[in-house]
């Protein structure tokens, strides 16, 4: 029997709930050990940028999981900095507090040259992160490899492609803003990689 790709599992795993049948292992891992992953929850997910923030909250409480809702919290060059990270943890917020949302994941802070643009990722982080704090929720960190991994089997993945997955994960008539479906990732990376 032919091997199936991570990405085929994944999906498999995402649409119907369960992973396929496969032979099983000549040995398994006492219970003791192995720790379950994934989380059944209301998961608001985070793609933090000062100028363009991506929101999703997904239900993994279902099979298959749904997409509540999601935004790109955009913000007008002539806003400050400081007047965008307002905007950014009422958003939050609000999305929090609409959903009811008991768990959180949001980007890693990533590796750039750009000192202003690095300064201003973290910034929105915090953002979010205050926010997220204060609302008592649990929050995971993802980084960007590990979220790609999760979502198209491909830790190297595009940004389009999973926009794609993410519409087909959800079943959605189209692909969702890049911001909103990097938010959606993070969610569902969270969903099925999270450390019960």
């Given at each position: 029997m032919a091997r199936k790709s991570a990405r085929a599992l994944w999906t498999a795993k995402i649409v119907n709930?369960?992973?396929?049948?496969?032979k099983a292992k000549k040995k398994s891992a006492p219970?003791?050990?192995?720790?379950?992953?994934?989380?059944?929850?209301?998961?608001i997910g985070?793609?933090?940028?000062?100028?363009?923030?991506?929101?999703a909250v997904i239900d993994t409480r279902v099979t298959?999981?749904?997409?509540?809702?999601?935004?790109?919290?955009?913000?007008?060059?002539?806003?400050?900095p400081y007047e965008c990270l307002g905007l950014i943890a009422e958003h939050v917020e609000k999305m929090v507090l609409e959903f009811g949302a008991t768990e959180a994941a949001i980007e890693e802070?990533?590796?750039?040259?750009n000192f202003r643009t690095a300064q201003a990722m973290g910034a929105s982080r915090g953002a979010a992160l205050s926010v997220l704090a204060r609302l008592n929720l649990t929050?995971?960190?993802?980084?960007?490899?590990?979220?790609?991994?999760?979502?198209?089997?491909?830790?190297?993945?595009s940004k389009e492609q999973v926009g794609r997955m993410i519409k087909a994960v959800f079943g959605l008539a189209k692909e969702l803003p890049l911001d909103e479906s990097d938010a959606a990732g993070v969610a569902l990376c969270h969903a099925y990689t999270a450390r019960a």
């Open positions: 709930g369960s992973l396929p049948a496969t219970a003791a050990v192995s720790a379950r992953r994934g989380s059944a929850a209301i998961i985070i793609d933090p940028s000062l100028r363009g923030t991506g929101l298959p999981p749904r997409l509540l809702a999601s935004q790109t919290i955009k913000a007008a060059a002539k806003l400050e802070t990533i590796y750039v040259q929050v995971s960190e993802y980084a960007p490899k590990r979220i790609k991994l999760a979502v198209t089997g491909h830790g190297s993945a």
